[in-house]
């Protein structure tokens, strides 16, 4: 039985590929889309195999190309060579195969027998580090993730990046939190667009390169740059998974270690799994957590804080992330937790969670709030201070990751 093509290429070249395709004994086109939706909806229904897409199609971007692979199409883009950073968008998008218009009856042949040795190759694995621009070293990237009730996410981000630029290593801090992120306003940056809108979109076109992420996350401090996130709550749709999965491996290459301040809520929503265009609430931070290296759990140091840290903790063992993963508390006090708060907390996370090492951060309320307030680190403002200290020594052992340059 002939495997099916979907046809969505516009201009000349549709006659030829479409009179290619029938000649060829092991395929038939199924269906000629007129748009990157008819082609979406022909996908998911099953019916083909492999597409044959036009470079200029509205809408064909990284994300389409990705729904078009799960659908388990193969997809191959046909654009004019003379225009070759339109050849590198796409294949920064995931194509499988760009090929030039073709002239004649022969060199649609050849396209469309090309197109269709895809078949015979291995499955395609979804590759989560596809960029435009091949890393010539590959950094590393922690996600510092806690549960509801601001148990201190982005504090502990903020000094976690400018600790870790301090040690020598170039440092990256983005701000993935979708609920409300605050990142720009802790370190009095004036944060008239957010910059991890701007970089999912360039993702999401197949032109976000070393060079254009620069651009967006401007230099704080020697050694730091921070992406601007989105304050308000509304515009999370705007940060879509498979564009955040781009934006982490050029950020893999710009800096050793990026620091991700990603939101608390870990759900997928299931009604729309199906659905591999719909947005996800928590897409952001999903995205950030699978890619990741080290996942930094933070919860609040009282019994509230360390029992929302373990029902946390559960929900993220159930995510299979790959990633090592350190546990904190922060704000850690003998008021609110025993006189011997530390050991209180490692007791209680060693019996309901199975954590054997636990991380503290002192709570440092007139610090934190001096900091704050100038919009400025712990490092800058506090450096002798317990709960600097403590941040201190958790980048250490972070910046281990990358060696000094």
């Not at 099916?4 to 030829?16: P, R, S």
């Not at 092991?26 to 195999?49: F, I, K, M, N, P």
Request: proline letters at 6%.
């Amino acid at each position: 039985m002939p495997v099916g093509v979907l046809c969505a290429v516009q201009g000349a070249a549709e006659a030829a590929l479409v009179q290619a395709v029938e000649g060829d004994g092991r395929l038939a086109v199924t269906r000629r889309c007129a748009d990157v939706v008819e082609l979406l909806a022909a996908a998911e229904a099953g019916l083909g195999r492999l597409a044959l897409v036009s470079a200029e199609l509205d809408g064909l971007d990284r994300d389409a190309v990705a729904a078009l692979h799960h659908a388990g199409l193969r997809v191959v883009c046909v654009a004019d060579q003379d225009r070759p950073w339109l050849t590198d968008r796409l294949a920064a998008c995931g194509a499988d195969l760009v090929v030039p218009p073709p002239g004649d009856p022969g060199a649609a042949r050849d396209v469309v027998g090309r197109a269709g040795a895809l078949l015979d190759a291995p499955d395609r694995v979804p590759d989560r580090v596809t960029g435009p621009v091949a890393p010539a070293r590959r950094g590393r990237l922690v996600a510092v993730w806690g549960p509801t009730g601001a148990p201190g996410r982005t504090t502990l981000a903020v000094n976690l990046a400018a600790e870790i630029a301090a040690l020598g290593r170039s440092s990256l801090l983005v701000d993935a939190d979708t609920y409300g992120g605050a990142v720009a306003q802790v370190i009095g940056l004036l944060d008239e667009a957010p910059g991890i809108a701007a970089a999912a979109r360039a993702a999401a076109a197949g032109t976000l390169d070393v060079a254009a992420l620069a651009r967006l996350a401007p230099v704080a401090s020697q050694g730091l740059r921070v992406l601007t996130g989105i304050a308000r709550a509304d515009r999370w749709p705007e940060l879509p998974a498979t564009a955040l999965d781009a934006l982490w491996a050029v950020a893999r290459s710009l800096v050793d270690l990026t620091v991700v301040d990603t939101g608390f809520g870990l759900e997928r929503d299931e009604v729309l799994s199906y659905d591999t265009r719909a947005p996800q609430r928590n897409a952001a931070t999903l995205s950030a957590l699978a890619a990741a290296d080290v996942v930094v759990a933070v919860g609040a140091g009282d019994p509230v804080g360390v029992a929302r840290l373990v029902r946390g903790l559960a929900d993220l063992a159930d995510l299979g992330l790959e990633g090592a993963r350190l546990v904190v508390v922060n704000r850690l006090r003998a008021a609110a937790t025993g006189p011997d708060p530390h050991r209180a907390v490692a007791d209680a996370l060693a019996r309901y969670a199975g954590i054997g090492e636990v991380l503290v951060v002192p709570d440092d309320r007139a610090a934190c709030d001096a900091a704050l307030l100038a919009g400025r680190t712990l490092r800058e403002c506090a450096p002798g201070g317990p709960a600097r200290k403590a941040i201190a020594a958790l980048a250490a052992r972070l910046a281990t990751l990358v060696p000094a340059r």
